[in-house]
Each structure stands twice: as C-alpha cells, then as structure tokens.
C-alpha cells in the first residue's frame, strides 16, 4: 500500500494475499464471497469463477476427489444429504412428470416427494422395494420420468437390482436415481452399473464424524450435470469452505474406517442372529438374507448399518432394550466414528407393501468401538427387556 493514502483506507487494503502459497497436504481454505477479477471483460466470463458461492479451492477440490470415487464426470456439492436427493430430483423432473420411488426411501426424502413434489404437479408412485425390473417397467408409464432407488432401503435394507432397473429404464428413455449412502461410492459405484445420478449424504460415512452436514449428486451424463449446475444455481444452494476441508479429510480414511466398519457389523450381527430373543437381522451380508446374492454380485463389502428384529415382545419391551444401552448412543443419523440406535417401527406405518415383522425393529449403526463390548451392550440390553 503506496503512501498518500488515509489509514482507514489503509486498514481496508493491507495485508492482500500471498501470489504463491506453500504446498500442503490438504487445499487451503478460502472463505470468500467475493472473487476480485483481473479486468472488466472477467466480470461477465461465465468460464471463470466470478463468486464465492460456486464454490472456491477447498470446494473444488472435494468435488474432484468425489469424481474420481464415483467414477463421475461431474459432481455437485449441496448443504445436505436430503439437498443432494430433492435437487437432483428438481434438476430433472417438471409439472405433468411421474417419478417412481422406492417405497423404503429416507424419510425425509418421502416428506419431500408428498409435499412438494405433489404440490407442483408432478405424480409420485412409491414401488415395493423388491420389485423386479419388469414389475417395475410394468408400473411406469408415458409421463414417467425417473426412478429413484434407495438399496439397501432405508431401516428395513432391502436390496434392489440396481443394474436391471437402470438397464430396463434407459431402455424406456427413464432416468434413475440412487440413494448411495449405504455403500458410500465405496461398496457400490451406481454409475458404474447403469444409474444416471448416484446421490451421497456425506454427512454419513464419507465426513465419518458426526460432525458436518453436506450431500452430493454424481453423474457421467453431459446433459445431467448442467442440470445439476443451474438447480444449485438457481436454488441458491452452497456449502462452506471449512465444512468442504472436513468432509475431504473424512474421505482421506474412508476405505480403512469402512473396514473397520464392516468387520465389527458383522461379528455383531453373528451374534444378534444367534439370541433366541432375535427373529432375523436385516443385514444383506449375512448369508441368511433373502438378498445375499444380489450383495454378492453387485457389492464388495458392507456398511456398519444393520437392523435386528426382536420376537413379539411387551409395547415397553423396545424402550427398555434401548434405555438400558451405555456404548450405544440413542439418536439419528449414522455412519459415524459412534454407536448409534434407535426403534424404527414409528417410522414403517407409512409404507403399503410388504409383510409386517413379527416384532419391533431396532436400527444399529456399528461404530469403530470394539465389538466385543458392544456385544456386551447388546446383552445387557436384551436382558433388560425382560422377555428371557
């Protein structure tokens, strides 16, 4: 700052940023709204970056990164899981459009098809989660226009066929969607096997810490991808500097934690399976799951997220089961570095499909404890329902 100047303008413009800056491990974090361009003929350069809310270093970097996850030509970043969903499902669907949704769909997700969707005159049928490809083409008809999956479903893990319904619907001209979560670009790749848009919450196992909320939608389509840049355009959806830096840090140790996961979900579900209070567990990597083929073909592991069905028990019998838990958490969410459960059945009443378990179910989210006191846990809490 050149003298001749009033200290208060001084103040303003002193200290600007280095030209070069040190290489570290990580993108620096830069916190801007706006961008300060080279010359006038920039400020209206749509090829540049010309505000802070598309997103600067750290955010295109993490995108980078999710791309190469998802195999993806082009990834946007929302300020949530559910942002991620309902955006992805705006970018592509209009007034007069039918959207087929899995009947087992994130809740909130299925808040957002009867509220909204509904509202702005686009038709929304929820399917059975283990509809074939053929039952599922059978219910579509002129005015649909995609297909939304979730698989494992949510709270129950139902697998779908994911690459027969993808093939089945590019066939027809329909698009599809996946709700990856579960499998975190890691397990599963959508686009790999026939999705056009594989949706994430990041907030889940790819940040890994509870800690951050952020979503993302993925896609290989040219045409999909600049529908995803103007609905978070045009929604005015953006996520901040310093959430991008945590959830690009999480995705540094994804593959070792999701081993970690894996390996302590199903010591954990050996043992759940084996208790005389237990009438199954919902876990797609046990052999004894009526999808076990369908895992073994598509999936290279599985998520630390199960559920355990109890036998009939006393209405009080679940609330004692979880009260009586000290390494489990009890709350939302998942994919974290903690235990987690919580009862599900408040949350199934809605769905028309399917036979009704023959008692309360519980979803457990396994995290990196050890299993062994976690089982312990369990036990304890088992004992404490009374039912023995």
């Known amino acids: 700052m050149t003298d001749g100047y009033s200290e ?46 598309s997103g600067l270093s750290t955010q295109e970097t993490l995108a980078s990164a999710l791309a190469h996850l998802e195999g993806a030509t082009t990834v946007r970043l929302f300020p949530s899981g559910l942002a991620a969903v309902v955006g992805s499902m705006l970018a592509v ?50 005015a649909t226009r995609l297909i939304v999956m979730e698989s494992p479903g949510s709270l129950t893990f139902e697998l779908q066929d994911a690459p027969g319904i993808a093939a089945a619907a590019r066939a027809r001209g329909i698009l599809t969607l996946m709700d990856n979560t579960w499998a975190a670009g890691w397990f599963f790749k959508p ?35 600049a529908a995803l840049d103007h609905a978070v355009w045009d929604f005015g959806w953006s996520v901040a500097p310093d959430d991008a830096y945590q959830i690009l840090r999480g995705l540094r140790t994804l593959p070792t934690r999701l081993a970690r996961h894996q390996d302590s979900a199903m010591k954990v579900a050996t043992w759940l399976q084996d208790q005389p209070e237990v009438s199954q567990v919902l876990y797609p990597a046990l052999p004894s799951s009526p999808d076990h083929a369908l895992w073994r073909r598509d999936y290279t592991g599985a998520a630390g997220l199960f559920a355990v069905v109890f036998k009939s028990v006393p209405a009080d019998a679940t609330d ?69």
């Open 8 to 53: 208060a303008t001084k103040v303003v413009h002193s200290g600007e940023a280095p030209a070069t800056l040190p290489q570290t491990v990580g993108p620096p974090v830069q916190r801007g709204s706006t961008v300060l361009l080279p010359n006038a003929a920039a400020l209206y350069d749509s090829r540049l970056t010309t505000y802070g809310r």
């Open 93 to 142: 669907l209009k007034a007069g459009d039918e959207v087929l949704v899995t009947e087992t769909i994130y809740k909130p997700t299925r808040r957002f098809c009867d509220n909204v969707l509904k509202r702005y005159g686009v038709r929304v049928t929820y399917y059975p989660a283990r509809a074939t490809p053929a039952e599922l083409m059978a219910m579509a008809g002129d």
């Open 191 to 225: 686009l790999a096997h026939g999705i056009d848009i594989s949706v994430q919450a990041l907030t889940k196992y790819v940040g890994g810490h509870a800690d951050v909320f952020m979503g993302c939608a993925a896609t290989r389509d040219v045409n999909i991808g």
């Open 320 to 388: 004692r089961f979880l009260d009586a838990l000290r390494l489990f958490g009890l709350g939302f969410s998942w994919g974290g570095f903690e235990s987690l459960a919580l009862s599900a059945d408040p949350q199934l009443g809605v769905r028309e499909h399917g036979s009704p378990f023959e008692g309360p179910v519980v979803r457990l989210n396994i995290g990196l404890e050890d299993p062994a006191d976690l089982i312990d846990d369990l036990r304890t809490g088992i004992y404490a329902m009374g039912v023995s």
